[in-house]
């Protein structure tokens, strides 16, 4: 009574008191079973499924008396749990980055923030939700514990009317002990969900700001006596030959009378290191334990020559716990253990006494229906995708994940740092406001403590991370302290107070200042928590990174933010947000578009920042994903010179080169000729035949591929592989003599007849502005000098399009100097000279011959100083939109840029422009490819124009305009022209890879307007 009186009369609420983090809720524990196999547990009942909810703006209008057993709710909404409020319709999804959504006036998340926001009207909504549950006659001898594993952020509960308590911290389960109000029959269980609370304050991070019980709500029948918690123990000798393994286990008696005559059972089995089957078994009996009394239990043996736990050889042992009264099981529970060891030694991090390298990716919990709930088959995709693009850790950011999760890590070989719930970026990294300020000393401890106990026992977890972007002080060190006493055996982590961190942190530098922060740090590892913002079109200068990290023992490695577009799939008519009928599926449905800040009305916002993964929302890895797989590929290749030989390298770190078949492949001019397996010779080396001759461009492609299927990938997967260009390619092929074209001239225009094809330039622009071929027009718009690159979404964040801004309009505003005609009877050459208004000079020149092809070459040469970069080099034409097939032979088959290309291997490839395209979900330049030879562009009644360099080219064809991709804010708004747009180019800007708020492409990467450029290709038109 006293409870009830407190909750509905204070003067400080208690999700406005951060002295309040929880009341009568159970202490934190371990997940005691394998989130896989809880299903089967018939001691769980789901309350999954279909709930009553009402929805209220603030907490004044909730309807404060719902939880009673007479309170009528048949008229409320329904609602799915798990699930956030927000996805299904109920109020309004925000998404800031720093910014809290509410007013910044800890501890209080009420204060009356701007008009323009948000939480203006909806000041704190409130979620109360109603539901049903049964329990069968007969169970007065079991206790009951109703399990929330994940609720946003503050919540009330009642069972049949009463109050049975209270919860914050959003990311850890809460658990309450349930018997003494549950009732044989038909049970009424009411939850009340604040929006926010005083916790919020340490849950500031950079994703969408969701309410609601996102993660699944149980009742757990149990015993009165049985296993409230254990800890697994795995730890290797100095040599690695034996492993002392076993348990802590902690037993309690909620009987009102001492229990005695118990017995624990520990059973531990698989294989050793050479393969053998062991079984350790290990009893124990259990002094008597007093009423309500409880008991530590410490199970140990040694397991010789172990098998041990890594990311290239994920082995579990399994490890079952059996709790037994003379001979009948109370409780029996099934988990896993890997045997590994984490340290650091001087500056560099080990596994297993060996220097690893972390391939890491940070990942949010983000489903694109149904927001923080991630469904199984979806958590186990991002795991697979993890391990396809050859990365070897995840950071879980920033607070701790799906309990699947981390058991799919530890049977998939996936390092992991687990960041606890805290972030208060809002007050700035670093602040003391929160982090040394003993009021939220306890909030600080808690989320240690629930991160902790519930993941303990995985053997993924290699680093305890204290949160991200948060303060520093007393709070951080009380933390570290807190786990400390109960862990030794990982790391501990902080990127916010480096003085309680065992690796020093530091975010998003650029390579060259990576490089120089190792060499200066010598105390310890160096990590980047994340670099390579891969937002939109990005990652570039990728390999610049990872030659740093490989050539430096002392960097432990990088994680890359982020996995997956936090966007959110909403209906293009505006209607409210519903999961549907199938809310596990990932894919956008035609009537939808992909959402981020703002769509939503959402003020404040911070936009599109949160649109940047490796892959989609939907998990389909957009083309950046090929290159980290690439450049993170743990199997490398040398051409010994003089040979077909190759050197295959290995950079694996417990598994073996001969644990991999090997493949190559000769290509001429793209096109396979022959291909077979072959197998490593005992000095790791590849011999291939040399029975091979080709025409034009050789080419040796190497793979290494999976011998047999795994968890993550099918049989034949390539996990490595590299190309050698044996024979270059022959770029001096000139345009071909044949019957003479006739040419003649206007008082605008110069037009050159070739048989049936009918060429115009125009003599005021100099640009060819019609192609006729039988009095047919090919082109949709004229071919012409063109500058500009529409910006992708780092280059817009960095002052692109007013640093290169003179580029824009530089080819509309050239102006022509004078031309000349040559006639030679074989060929007829028409050349212009030009000024651009950069101040530069300019001069293109067509060669045509009698057959109608043309060959078009352009020469740059500044005249000024200090000229801006150039976005692109190269030109400009629109063909009809029917000619939407392509061909080519350069990298692909994927969008590549120039530094951004080593995962796109030269070759042969055809698609249609739909598929060649990069749909980004905010519109951006996009779909380039480098290293071209030739290009075609093909219609369905076989018309065919050919673009062949006369060195490497760029180009990119969309369905629209450039204007039309600066002016779209969502791919569904992009349209299809009646052209095509092509953009033929020597070389173009890089996209970019550092960071997506001032960072810019690497001076390699860049066009630098104070040089000067030349360059040609022929254009055929087949009829």
């Not at 029996?332 to 500056?347: C, P, T």
């Not at 890895?621 to 490398?636: F, S, T």
């Not at 590299?722 to 037009?751: G, H, M, W």
């Amino acid at each position: 009574m006293l409870f009830l009186m407190k909750v509905h009369a204070q003067a400080i609420p208690d999700w406005e008191n951060p002295q309040v983090i929880g009341i009568h809720k159970e202490a934190y524990r371990s997940s005691l079973m394998l989130q896989s196999i809880k299903s089967r547990c018939k001691e769980f009942t789901t309350l999954n499924g279909c709930w009553k909810f009402k929805w209220s703006p603030n907490p004044e209008v909730r309807p404060i008396e719902f939880y009673k057993e007479g309170y009528d709710v048949s008229t409320w909404d329904n609602i799915h749990v798990p699930g956030n409020w927000q996805t299904q319709g109920f109020g309004t999804p925000i998404y800031t980055n720093i910014n809290y959504p509410f007013k910044r006036d800890q501890p209080r998340v009420t204060s009356e923030p701007p008009e323009s926001w948000t939480s203006y009207k909806n000041r704190n909504p409130v979620g109360s939700y109603v539901t049903t549950f049964y329990v069968e006659p007969g169970k007065t001898d079991k206790q009951f514990y109703l399990i929330f594993e994940g609720v946003e952020s503050a919540m009330y509960v009642w069972v049949n009317g009463q109050l049975i308590g209270y919860s914050e911290n959003s990311y850890s389960p809460a658990e309450f002990d349930a018997t003494q109000y549950i009732r044989e029959g038909k049970n009424r269980l009411a939850v009340e969900v604040y929006r926010w609370c005083d916790g919020s304050y340490l849950e500031n991070q950079d994703f969408w700001r969701l309410s609601g019980i996102f993660r699944p709500v149980e009742l757990w029948e149990r015993p009165k006596t049985h296993i409230r918690d254990y800890h697994i123990i795995a730890e290797p000798s100095n040599d690695f030959s034996s492993a002392t393994v076993g348990a802590q286990v902690f037993i309690r008696n909620l009987y009102k009378k001492e229990k005695s005559k118990l017995q624990l059972e520990v059973i531990i089995s698989g294989n050793d290191k050479s393969g053998k089957n062991i079984e350790k078994t290990i009893v124990q009996s259990v002094p008597s334990i007093a009423a309500f009394g409880s008991q530590e239990i410490l199970l140990k043996d040694v397991l010789d020559n172990p098998r041990l736990w890594s990311a290239d050889d994920p082995y579990l042992y399994t490890i079952s716990l059996t709790l037994r009264e003379k001979k009948k099981i109370l409780e029996h529970f099934q988990y896993h253990l890997g045997v590994r060891k984490i340290e650091v030694n001087g500056e560099i991090l080990k596994l297993n006494g060996k220097a690893i390298k972390l391939k890491g990716v940070n990942r949010h919990d983000h489903h694109p229906r149904t927001g923080r709930y991630v469904d199984g088959k979806t958590t186990e995709l991002d795991v697979q995708r993890i391990k396809q693009g050859n990365f070897n850790m995840v950071r879980t950011a920033h607070y701790p994940h799906s309990s699947l999760f981390y058991e799919l890590c530890d049977r998939y070989g996936i390092y992991v740092m687990i960041d606890a719930n805290q972030e208060s970026h809002g007050y700035g990294i670093g602040n003391t406001e929160l982090g040394d300020n003993p009021n939220w000393t306890k909030a600080h401890i808690d989320r240690a403590l629930s991160m902790f106990h519930r993941d303990k026992n995985n053997p993924s977890i290699v680093f305890w991370s204290l949160g991200n972007e948060g303060g520093r002080g007393r709070n951080l060190k009380a933390m570290r302290d807190t786990i400390r006493k109960l862990d030794s055996s990982r790391l501990i982590y902080s990127d916010s107070d480096r003085s309680v961190s065992d690796v020093y942190d530091d975010g998003y530098l650029p390579p060259e200042k990576l490089k120089a922060l190792a060499e200066k740090i010598s105390d310890r590892p160096v990590m980047l928590r994340e670099y390579a913002h891969a937002m939109g079109n990005s990652l570039g200068n990728f390999q610049e990174y990872w030659n740093v990290i490989e050539a430096d023992q002392s960097i432990a490695g990088a994680a890359i933010w982020d996995l997956v577009d936090q966007s959110i799939a909403k209906k293009i008519d505006g209607s409210p947000l519903n999961p549907g009928n199938n809310p596990q599926s990932v894919y956008l449905k035609s009537d939808e578009f992909w959402a981020y800040g703002g769509d939503f009305g959402d003020r404040p916002n911070d936009g599109s920042f949160l649109i940047n993964g490796l892959l989609g929302a939907d998990r389909i890895p957009h083309p950046h994903y090929y290159e980290a797989q690439k450049v993170q590929q743990y199997i490398d290749f040398d051409l010994i010179a003089g040979t077909f030989n190759v050197q295959v390298i290995s950079k694996l770190d417990f598994t073996s080169l001969n644990d991999f078949d090997y493949a190559y492949e000769f290509l001429d001019n793209g096109k396979v000729i022959k291909a077979a397996g072959q197998s490593l010779n005992a000095n790791d080396i590849l011999e291939i035949p040399t029975t091979v001759e080709a025409k034009g461009e050789l080419i040796l492609n190497i793979y290494a591929k999976l011998p047999e299927p795994t968890l993550w990938a099918e049989k034949g997967f390539i996990v490595a592989r590299k190309q050698f260009v044996l024979k270059p390619y022959d770029f001096s092929k000139s345009l071909r003599k044949t019957i003479n074209p006739v040419c003649k001239e206007t008082s605008t225009a110069i037009v050159i007849s070739a048989g049936e094809t009918t060429f115009v330039i125009d003599k005021i622009s100099g640009s060819l502005k019609s192609w006729q071929v039988n009095h047919e027009e090919i082109l949709k718009g004229e071919l012409e000098p063109y500058f500009w690159k529409p910006a992708n979404e780092n280059q817009r964040r960095n002052g692109y399009n007013s640093r290169l801004g003179s580029w824009r309009n530089a080819a509309n505003n050239r102006r022509v100097i004078g031309y000349n005609i040559v006639d030679n009877q074989e060929f007829i050459v028409v050349s212009f000279d030009m000024g651009l208004p950069v101040g530069a000079t300019y001069q293109v020149k067509y060669t045509f011959n009698g057959a109608g092809k043309v060959q078009v070459e352009a020469n740059y040469i500044p005249t000024a100083q200090e000229i801006d970069q150039m976005p692109k080099f190269g030109m400009r034409m629109r063909l009809p939109a029917t000619m939407n097939t392509i061909e080519w032979y350069g990298r692909g088959a994927f969008e590549n840029y120039p530094d951004r290309k080593s995962g796109a291997l030269i070759g042969y490839y055809k698609m249609t422009l739909e598929d060649f395209i990069t749909p980004y979900v905010v519109p951006q330049d996009n779909a380039n490819r480098c290293d071209v030879r030739w290009f075609s562009i093909n219609n369905a009644s076989g018309k065919k124009m050919t673009i062949s360099g006369l060195q490497p080219l760029c180009f990119r064809i969309w369905p629209y305009s450039e204007e039309d991709i600066e002016q779209a804010q969502h791919n569904y708004q992009l349209p299809r022209r009646d052209y095509i747009n092509i953009n033929i180019d020597l070389n173009i800007i890089g996209v970019g890879g550092n960071d997506s708020w001032g960072a810019r492409t690497l001076k390699q990467y860049t066009i630098d307007g104070n040089k000067s450029y030349s360059y040609g290709f022929v254009m055929d038109l087949a009829k």
